[in-house]
Nanobody
Framework: QVQLAESGGGLVQAGGSLRLSCTASGNIFEINAMCWYRQAPGKERELIAAITSEGYTQYADSVKGRFTISRGNAKNKVYLQMNSLTRDDTAVYSC????????????????WGQGTQVTVSS
């Protein structure tokens, strides 16, 4: 019923930039927040950026000042602009959605995208 389409990952040299995008579709009545997580090999998944429907943003300390999360004009889209990338940024990046579908009695729901690989070379 819900799909999250992520794109923009790839191979980039240290110091370079990438922009990730995520598009949500399906049975979504209201989006409360869209987030980006990442998981590196042998590491726990970590929240790196989040944006609410009101536009409030949060960033992990490790990416603050380098990454920017934003919503598209179509509010079912979210972007993550990543600058000054280092090898420590190598990970699978996943978009996550906090939302309601048309059955409000379910409460707030959570949905994860498949993830896109970001590899930063030295």
């Amino acid at each position: 019923q819900v799909q999250l389409a992520e794109s923009g990952g790839g191979l980039v040299q240290a110091g370079g930039s990438l922009r990730l995008s995520c598009t949500a579709s399906g049975n979504i009545f209201e989006i409360n927040a869209m987030c980006w997580y990442r998981q590196a090999p042998g590491k726990e998944r970590e929240l790196i950026a989040a944006i609410t429907s009101e536009g409030y943003t949060q960033y992990a300390d490790s990416v603050k000042g380098r990454f920017t999360i934003s919503r598209g004009n179509a509010k079912n889209k979210v972007y993550l602009q990543m600058n000054s990338l280092t090898r420590d940024d190598t990970a699978v990046y996943s978009c996550a959605l906090n939302y309601y579908d048309d059955d409000r009695d379910k409460g707030e729901l959570r949905y994860w995208g498949q993830g896109t690989q970001v590899t930063v070379s030295s």
